[in-house]
């Protein structure tokens, strides 16, 4: 690990604050005020990708080659949760100590279609229920001397409880 | 014309971290396989190897590996990957070879030597390899994704941390008598609940370790068995390693999502169900056919989960099969006779052809400590990361 600059030694928290926030993958979502995440669709037979896919369509029944970028809904419902209470392998860049964190499954109504993300810093899973409904955010993954490095995660609308609604 | 082959030979290395090449355990395993034939290493005209990912250039090409490391002798040889189904898409790479009239007589190996821990990707920086990318964005381990799947039981059905559990006590108390198993020690509901929580809902023991291992087989055709004396061998009488149907709508490993089934609608089966259906269909038999079952319980829920896409029960009753005892020795429908991956730990090219041998002992009634009495068919079952479908049925 480098040390400090001397800029940060000095002035610590303004340097933090001029740290460019930018996404940990490119273009896979936006970070604006409403961040989405941004798959393809393909514009022949109207299938959803995620990640986002360019060349061949994957729908067995279609052949087309052309696709349309599409910000996915922001809101979906928990299909399945869990937590990581191990510091995972590189190359996840993880804090010193190593800080636990959630991931959920989430349902998205419109692509008919499982997304998986962290949840939100602070989100209690112990609280998390299939069916609760859930929005996109965009939180910290990791940082250098120079960049926040982002990446989108699932907050609970209602943190404290939801409706159990699990369809198999 | 019969679709079926003949075992002529089983052998594995015991499973453990033995900290020693891989092609030494795929050896000795070979060479077991090959006495337990009868048949030697000169006779033998294909070679089929399980590749492995994490040890160099010998282990994407294991098939010549082997076949050097035995002493070359002309032999044909293939090699292929498929992840954890590595070893199914080898016998079943044989298989054809045989079937197909080209050989006679083939042998199969899968070893492997392990890292320590979580099962990392393989290295460099690869933006463009979504098991590379779940890492680095999601921290999404094995773990995760089993866990997933064992708090879905959990919200669906209703199933507890206790049921989960009891996979672990019943493969734990199946594998001690197993020479080859790795973990030989019986653990109770409370000790299991007790390990440290690696991934909620599933904790330490629940989840299956990395191990050093090898298995092999010698199969051959019918006639090939019958010249040598062997009238009645145990046949493989079906391969499965479909793909899965699109839309694939189950959220697998190593993926960051399903795919969308907004335009085409979802296939009759799952995955994991058409995995276990068209093994079945090939060898027209039905689940409530099958004496014995090898699955992958990776972690103990997806035991449960396999129960299922078997058709051992209904969607949701499989807690009921293990609370019953069903599934243990002396039940209904014994499932990891062997201690199953619990007991093992997962050699990645190995664990499907050592699910085999173990089928062979049990169909050939010699699996001392653990037989079923009187199996006559049985039924292994995995899955590859990356869609590869694994199940193999023999029958005696």
């Given at each position: 690990m480098p040390g400090p600059t001397r800029a940060q030694r000095r002035y610590p928290g303004w340097v933090a604050q001029l740290k460019e926030r930018v996404p940990a993958v490119e273009g896979w979502f936006t970070i604006g005020d409403?961040p989405?995440?941004l798959?393809?669709?393909?514009?022949?037979?109207?299938?959803?990708?995620?990640?986002?896919?360019?060349?061949?369509?994957?729908?067995?029944?279609?052949?087309?080659?052309?696709?349309?970028?599409?910000?996915?809904?922001?809101?979906?419902?928990?299909?399945?949760?869990?937590?990581?209470?191990?510091q995972?392998?590189a190359p996840y860049v993880s804090p010193d100590p190593f800080v636990?964190y959630?991931?959920?499954?989430?349902?998205?109504?419109?692509?008919?279609?499982?997304?998986?993300?962290q949840?939100?810093a602070?989100?209690?899973?112990?609280?998390?229920?299939?069916?609760?409904?859930?929005?996109?955010v965009v939180g910290p993954l990791y940082e250098d001397d120079d960049h926040e490095y982002v990446v989108w995660k699932?907050?609970?609308?209602?943190?404290?409880?939801?409706?159990?609604?699990?369809?198999? | 014309?019969?679709?079926?082959?003949?075992?002529?030979?089983?052998?594995?290395?015991?499973?453990?971290?033995?900290?020693?090449?891989?092609?030494?355990?795929?050896?000795?395993?070979?060479?077991?396989?090959?006495?337990?034939?009868?048949?030697?290493?000169?006779?033998?005209?294909?070679?089929?190897?399980?590749?492995?990912?994490?040890?160099?250039?010998?282990?994407?090409?294991?098939?010549?590996?082997?076949?050097?490391?035995?002493?070359?002798?002309?032999?044909?040889?293939?090699?292929?990957?498929?992840?954890?189904?590595?070893?199914?898409?080898?016998?079943?790479?044989?298989?054809?070879?045989?079937?197909?009239?080209?050989?006679?007589?083939?042998?199969?190996?899968?070893?492997?030597?392990?890292?320590?821990?979580?099962?990392?990707?393989?290295?460099g920086e690869r933006r463009?390899?979504?098991?590379w990318l779940?890492f680095h964005l999601l921290g999404?381990?094995?773990?995760?994704?089993?866990?997933?799947?064992?708090?879905?039981?959990?919200?669906?059905?209703?199933?507890?941390?206790?049921?989960?559990?009891?996979?672990?006590?019943?493969?734990?108390?199946?594998?001690?008598?197993?020479?080859?198993?790795?973990?030989?020690?019986?653990?109770?509901?409370?000790?299991?609940?007790?390990?440290?929580?690696?991934?909620?809902?599933?904790?330490?023991?629940?989840?299956?370790?990395?191990?050093?291992?090898?298995?092999?087989?010698?199969?051959?055709?019918?006639?090939?068995?019958?010249?040598?004396?062997?009238?009645?061998?145990?046949?493989?009488?079906?391969?499965?390693?479909?793909?899965?149907?699109?839309?694939?709508?189950?959220?697998?490993?190593?993926?960051?999502?399903?795919?969308?089934?907004?335009?085409?609608?979802?296939?009759?089966?799952?995955?994991?169900?058409?995995?276990?259906?068209?093994?079945?269909?090939?060898?027209?038999?039905?689940?409530?056919?099958?004496?014995?079952?090898?699955?992958?319980?990776?972690?103990?829920?997806?035991?449960?989960?396999?129960?299922?896409?078997?058709?051992?029960?209904?969607?949701?009753?499989?807690?009921?099969?293990?609370?019953?005892?069903?599934?243990?020795?002396?039940?209904?429908?014994?499932?990891?006779?062997?201690?199953?991956?619990?007991?093992?730990?997962?050699?990645?090219?190995?664990?499907?052809?050592?699910?085999?041998?173990?089928?062979?002992?049990?169909?050939?009634?010699?699996?001392?400590?653990?037989?079923?009495?009187?199996?006559?068919?049985?039924?292994?079952?995995?899955?590859?990361?990356?869609?590869?479908?694994?199940?193999?049925?023999?029958?005696?």
């Open positions: 409403a989405a995440l798959g393809t669709r393909c514009t022949a037979c109207g299938t959803y990708f995620f990640p986002r896919e360019e060349s061949f369509c994957r729908n067995p029944g279609c052949r087309g080659r052309q696709f349309d970028e599409v910000e996915l809904s922001r809101r979906g419902r928990v299909w399945s949760f869990t937590d990581n209470r191990y995972p392998p636990p959630g991931i959920a499954a989430v349902e998205l109504e419109r692509e008919h279609m499982v997304v998986l993300g949840l939100d602070g989100v209690d899973t112990s609280a998390l229920r299939a069916g609760q409904e859930v929005e996109l699932w907050r609970p609308l209602r943190p404290s409880g939801g409706e159990r609604e699990v369809q198999q | 014309m019969t679709h079926e082959v003949a075992v002529l030979g089983v052998g594995m290395h015991p499973w453990g971290k033995w900290g020693k090449n891989f092609v030494e355990y795929g050896l000795v395993a070979a060479e077991a396989a090959l006495d337990d034939a009868g048949v030697a290493w000169q006779d033998i005209q294909y070679v089929a190897g399980a590749d492995t990912i994490r040890n160099g250039y010998p282990g994407f090409i294991a098939g010549a590996t082997f076949a050097q490391a035995l002493g070359w002798s002309g032999t044909r040889v293939g090699s292929c990957y498929a992840a954890c189904a590595s070893g199914a898409h080898a016998i079943n790479m044989a298989r054809a070879q045989i079937l197909a009239g080209f050989c006679d007589v083939a042998l199969v190996v899968g070893a492997d030597t392990t890292p320590k821990g979580f099962f990392a990707p393989v290295g463009d390899d979504p098991d779940r999404a381990t094995n773990p995760t994704y089993f866990a997933l799947y064992a708090r879905r039981r959990m919200e669906a059905y209703g199933a507890t941390p206790r049921d989960f559990a009891l996979v672990k006590v019943k493969n734990s108390r199946h594998g001690l008598a197993n020479p080859n198993a790795r973990y030989r020690k019986e653990v109770t509901v409370d000790e299991v609940l007790a390990s440290p929580v690696v991934a909620d809902p599933l904790h330490l023991l629940e989840i299956c370790a990395t191990s050093d291992g090898a298995a092999a087989l010698v199969l051959s055709s019918l006639e090939y068995a019958r010249a040598r004396g062997a009238s009645q061998p145990v046949r493989v009488a079906a391969v499965s390693t479909v793909t899965p149907m699109f839309p694939n709508t189950v959220i697998e490993m190593p993926n960051f999502a399903t795919d969308s089934g907004a335009v085409a609608a979802a296939p009759e089966r799952t995955f994991r169900d058409s995995i276990a259906h068209a093994a079945l269909e090939e060898a027209g038999v039905g689940p409530e056919d099958l004496d014995v079952a090898e699955v992958y319980d990776l972690s103990t829920s997806l035991e449960l989960d396999w129960y299922e896409n078997i058709g051992l029960c209904k969607e949701g009753e499989a807690e009921r099969l293990i609370n019953d005892g069903d599934t243990a020795l002396g039940g209904r429908i014994p499932v990891n006779p062997s201690g199953g991956l619990a007991c093992f730990g997962e050699a990645i090219p190995a664990q499907a052809i050592a699910q085999v041998c173990e089928l062979t002992w049990q169909l050939r009634g010699q699996a001392a400590g653990r037989q079923v009495e009187g199996a006559q068919v049985g039924l292994s079952i995995n899955q590859g990361l990356f869609g590869h479908g694994s199940s193999v049925i023999v029958k005696r």
